[in-house]
């Protein structure tokens, strides 16, 4: 060792820190690779796992090394080399400390989201209230666990370091520190690029195979978060990451499938477009949208899902119009929020909900209604300020927000707040004082029941499972719940007066063996009440569509920028349809059963998916044409947004048939 500590001096130290650190996240995705053994296998050859692994593993070492190397030649001498020691035992011990947290964080992340440790992972922390909640009710153990772990290798790190520092030698001569700084910045520099090309190595050059979780496996999860850091910090540049198009090709692209926006690209609001109700009443509906948490088509058996605990939901749909080929747009509330509220494309960025610039002045059909006289209502049994979702609708057209802290003697309150059935009562009183004052009335309701850690009352289903806490038994509750509403409602004097949205924000824990798992994707829709007609809808239908459909249904012809489709018009209902899905930093454009996958900085790909074995099959490089219509669904929202350019004109929602 004392040849060693003579040839490398103070670097020696930087040298053990690095190779700790590879042996922790090295030993971590043995335990992941182990874990996931039949996924990894099919998808990959263990050689690649593993040396991409080191790869990414050099590039996180490397970045956390940096301060210290920048550090040395200043303190790395006789004048300051206690400073130095006791800097490297500091910055050592946090280095590991952060990687074991983060790898002992991973098996509890991919079990409820199929991924390493994301932009999730940061965004969550905004809430400890309900995020620690839901750790302890549903995730207590693998927490108690990870830390434990984590406090074990910090003790274990002290230790070494003290060690490593009491027997290092005397410090080298300044000249030599200097004189070998620039080889260890330009290897450093090596470590971190991970690559001589034009751009640095990121995630998307980890993207290997076809299942987005076994890419994530060759990451480590502390350079999963700092890059998802990275890109939040970057949102507006966010849709770059697929390639660009001009303004007016994007229109021109978007304009071939939806012939009625226009491809004037200096109007103030380019999508704007103007859309007849196919239905005419001397008297518009009013709407009610029953926002349900995590209620994909996973559980209704009739959209192929694995389980069977939505009977009220099977009894509805033979009441009104089902949709068979419904999707998603995203896997979080806040995208389904803001499709299903403002017709809105989802994006690589952030949620509207969330982002600076959608706080005023962006579209939601809140904000039309209310402008026709509506009294327009957000309801929901948890804190509104979760996810930023009272400041987005206060701020666009919702005149009032009910929360947890608004119900009298709940039956039951849980981590997430008031259980479906105190919400779902609240939405009848609701709706029913409305009614009597004669007011037209638009009510957004979300409900917060089936969520980890999947809290109900007692007494209310028979359990599909044992263990009363899982999510078929949250289900089954939320389904409960909503067939005890609707009984009322169908005999309440507001229904004849009253269009009904129930539709999912998503499917739970969005995972699969592919580059999207658009069969995760599936949520069920059901349009029901005043004087529908039973009736089901095959065509592939995106929550984009649901606004403008229920517009026209409700007798409201109006001018707004929404591109979804009016899916009232037979046409649309017969035609193959398409699909909008952002998962990761993967997007797919679904048209009929042919998908085109955008990845960052890397070719598309054209998959076929096939509806009886809910798979999709990559077939090759997605065409040209292909590619730029995903492209360009793509990068309007962003366009849009970045300009402020997704809103109506003030005065123009009164337009008349």
Same mark, same amino acid.
């Given at each position: 060792?004392?040849?060693?500590?003579?040839?490398?001096?103070?670097?020696?130290?930087?040298?053990?820190?690095?190779?700790?650190?590879?042996?922790?996240?090295?030993?971590?995705?043995?335990?992941?690779?182990?874990?996931?053994?039949?996924?990894?296998?099919?998808?990959?050859?263990?050689?690649?796992?593993?040396?991409?692994?080191?790869?990414?593993?050099?590039?996180?070492?490397?970045?956390?090394?940096?301060?210290?190397?920048?550090?040395?030649?200043?303190?790395?001498?006789?004048?300051? *080399? #206690? =400073? @130095?020691?006791? %800097?490297? &035992?500091?910055?050592?011990? +946090?280095?590991?400390?952060?990687? !074991?947290?983060?790898?002992?964080?991973?098996?509890?992340?991919?079990?409820?989201?199929?991924?390493?440790?994301?932009?999730?992972?940061?965004?969550?922390?905004?809430?400890?209230?309900?995020?620690?909640?839901?750790?302890?009710?549903?995730?207590?153990?693998?927490?108690?666990?990870?830390?434990?772990?984590?406090?074990?290798?910090?003790?274990?790190?002290?230790?070494?370091?003290?060690?490593?520092?009491?027997?290092?030698?005397?410090?080298?001569?300044? *000249? #030599? =520190? @200097?004189?070998? %700084?620039? &080889?260890?910045?330009?290897? +450093?520099?090596?470590?971190?690029? !991970?690559?001589?090309?034009?751009?640095?190595?990121?995630?998307?050059?980890?993207?290997?195979?076809?299942?987005?979780?076994?890419?994530?496996?060759?990451?480590?999860?502390?350079?999963?978060?700092?890059?998802?850091?990275?890109?939040?910090?970057?949102?507006?540049?966010?849709?770059?990451?697929?390639?660009?198009?001009?303004?007016?090709?994007?229109?021109?692209?978007?304009?071939?499938?939806?012939?009625?926006?226009?491809?004037?690209?200096?109007?103030?609001?380019?999508?704007?477009?103007?859309?007849?109700?196919?239905?005419?009443?001397?008297?518009?509906?009013?709407?009610?949208?029953?926002?349900?948490?995590?209620?994909?088509?996973?559980?209704?058996?009739?959209?192929?899902?694995?389980?069977?605990?939505?009977?009220?939901?099977?009894?509805?749909?033979?009441?009104?119009?089902?949709?068979?080929?419904?999707?998603?747009?995203?896997?979080?509330?806040?995208?389904?929020?803001?499709?299903?509220?403002?017709?809105?494309?989802?994006?690589?960025?952030?949620?509207?909900?969330?982002?600076?610039?959608?706080?005023?002045?962006?579209?939601?059909?809140?904000?039309?209604?209310?402008?026709?006289?509506?009294?327009?209502?957000?309801?929901?049994?948890?804190?509104?300020?979760?996810?930023?979702?009272?400041?987005?609708?206060?701020?666009?057209?919702?005149?009032?927000?009910?929360?947890?802290?608004?119900?009298?003697?709940?039956?039951?309150?849980?981590?997430?707040?008031?259980?479906?059935?105190?919400?779902?009562?609240?939405?009848?009183?609701?709706?029913?004082?409305?009614?009597?004052?004669?007011?037209?009335?638009?009510?957004?309701?979300?409900?917060?029941?089936?969520?980890?850690?999947?809290?109900?009352?007692?007494?209310?289903?028979?359990?599909?499972?044992?263990?009363?806490?899982?999510?078929?038994?949250?289900?089954?509750?939320?389904?409960?719940?909503?067939?005890?509403?609707?009984?009322?409602?169908?005999?309440?004097?507001?229904?004849?007066?009253?269009?009904?949205?129930?539709?999912?924000?998503?499917?739970?824990?969005?995972?699969?063996?592919?580059?999207?798992?658009?069969?995760?994707?599936?949520?069920?829709?059901?349009?029901?009440?005043?004087?529908?007609?039973?009736?089901?809808?095959?065509?592939?239908?995106?929550?984009?569509?649901?606004?403008?459909?229920?517009?026209?249904?409700?007798?409201?012809?109006?001018?707004?920028?929404?591109?979804?489709?009016?899916?009232?018009?037979?046409?649309?209902?017969?035609?193959?349809?398409?699909?909008?899905?952002?998962?990761?930093?993967?997007?797919?454009?679904?048209?009929?059963?042919?998908?085109?996958?955008?990845?960052?900085?890397?070719?598309?790909?054209?998959?076929?998916?096939?509806?009886?074995?809910?798979?999709?099959?990559?077939?090759?490089?997605?065409?040209?044409?292909?590619?730029?219509?995903?492209?360009?669904?793509?990068?309007?929202?962003?366009?849009?947004?970045?300009?402020?350019?997704?809103?109506?004109?003030?005065?123009?929602?009164?337009?008349?048939?």
């Amino acid at each position: 060792m004392t040849k060693l500590q003579s040839f490398f001096g103070p670097y020696l130290i930087l040298i053990k820190l690095l190779l700790t650190g590879l042996v922790i996240l090295s030993l971590s995705r043995l335990g992941l690779v182990v874990w996931q053994w039949d996924r990894v296998i099919a998808a990959t050859s263990l050689p690649t796992i593993f040396w991409q692994g080191l790869r990414a593993d050099l590039i996180m070492m490397g970045m956390l090394l940096v301060p210290l190397a920048l550090a040395m030649p200043l303190l790395a001498n006789r004048f300051g *080399w #206690k =400073i @130095w020691q006791n %800097l490297v &035992l500091i910055w050592g011990v +946090l280095v590991i400390v952060l990687i !074991s947290f983060m790898e002992a964080s991973t098996p509890a992340f991919i079990s409820q989201y199929d991924l390493r440790p994301n932009r999730l992972f940061v965004e969550y922390l905004r809430y400890p209230k309900e995020v620690f909640a839901t750790l302890w009710q549903g995730f207590r153990w693998p927490l108690l666990i990870g830390l434990t772990l984590t406090v074990i290798s910090g003790g274990m790190a002290v230790k070494l370091l003290r060690r490593w520092l009491n027997n290092h030698q005397k410090p080298w001569p300044v *000249w #030599k =520190i @200097w004189l070998t %700084l620039p &080889l260890l910045l330009l290897i +450093l520099a090596l470590m971190i690029r !991970s690559s001589i090309g034009h751009r640095p190595a990121n995630p998307s050059s980890f993207a290997l195979t076809s299942d987005a979780m076994v890419n994530s496996l060759m990451l480590d999860s502390a350079w999963s978060v700092y890059f998802a850091i990275y890109n939040m910090q970057h949102e507006s540049n966010a849709a770059d990451v697929y390639g660009t198009m001009t303004s007016e090709a994007i229109l021109a692209q978007l304009h071939e499938n939806y012939p009625w926006i226009g491809l004037d690209t200096q109007q103030k609001f380019p999508t704007l477009n103007i859309r007849q109700a196919t239905v005419k009443r001397d008297k518009p509906l009013n709407l009610v949208i029953i926002l349900q948490e995590s209620m994909g088509a996973t559980f209704v058996e009739s959209l192929g899902g694995e389980y069977s605990v939505t009977p009220e939901l099977e009894r509805l749909k033979k009441q009104g119009w089902w949709f068979e080929q419904l999707y998603a747009t995203g896997t979080r509330s806040v995208r389904g929020i803001e499709a299903i509220v403002s017709g809105y494309l989802p994006t690589p960025a952030r949620s509207v909900v969330k982002l600076s610039l959608s706080q005023q002045n962006f579209f939601t059909i809140a904000d039309l209604l209310k402008q026709r006289g509506y009294f327009t209502e957000f309801i929901y049994g948890g804190e509104s300020h979760f996810d930023n979702m009272a400041s987005f609708f206060i701020g666009n057209g919702f005149e009032s927000v009910i929360d947890q802290h608004d119900y009298d003697n709940p039956v039951f309150t849980g981590s997430w707040g008031v259980s479906d059935e105190d919400l779902l009562n609240k939405a009848h009183q609701q709706l029913q004082q409305k009614h009597a004052e004669g007011k037209p009335y638009f009510s957004l309701v979300f409900s917060s029941s089936n969520h980890s850690p999947y809290e109900f009352p007692d007494g209310r289903i028979e359990l599909d499972n044992p263990i009363k806490q899982s999510n078929t038994n949250t289900v089954k509750y939320a389904d409960y719940a909503l067939g005890q509403f609707f009984d009322r409602a169908m005999q309440s004097d507001y229904w004849e007066d009253t269009l009904f949205l129930v539709i999912a924000d998503h499917d739970l824990n969005v995972f699969g063996d592919a580059l999207v798992p658009i069969e995760r994707f599936q949520i069920p829709g059901l349009i029901l009440g005043a004087d529908i007609k039973p009736r089901s809808i095959p065509t592939v239908a995106s929550q984009v569509d649901m606004a403008p459909t229920l517009l026209s249904l409700m007798g409201i012809s109006a001018e707004t920028p929404m591109i979804g489709r009016d899916l009232s018009l037979e046409s649309e209902q017969q035609s193959k349809g398409r699909a909008m899905m952002q998962f990761a930093d993967n997007y797919a454009l679904m048209q009929g059963d042919k998908v085109t996958v955008l990845r960052p900085h890397n070719t598309a790909l054209e998959g076929q998916y096939s509806l009886s074995t809910r798979q999709l099959k990559i077939v090759g490089s997605a065409s040209i044409e292909d590619e730029h219509k995903a492209l360009a669904h793509v990068l309007l929202p962003s366009w849009l947004y970045r300009e402020q350019r997704y809103d109506m004109p003030l005065g123009r929602a009164d337009l008349k048939p």
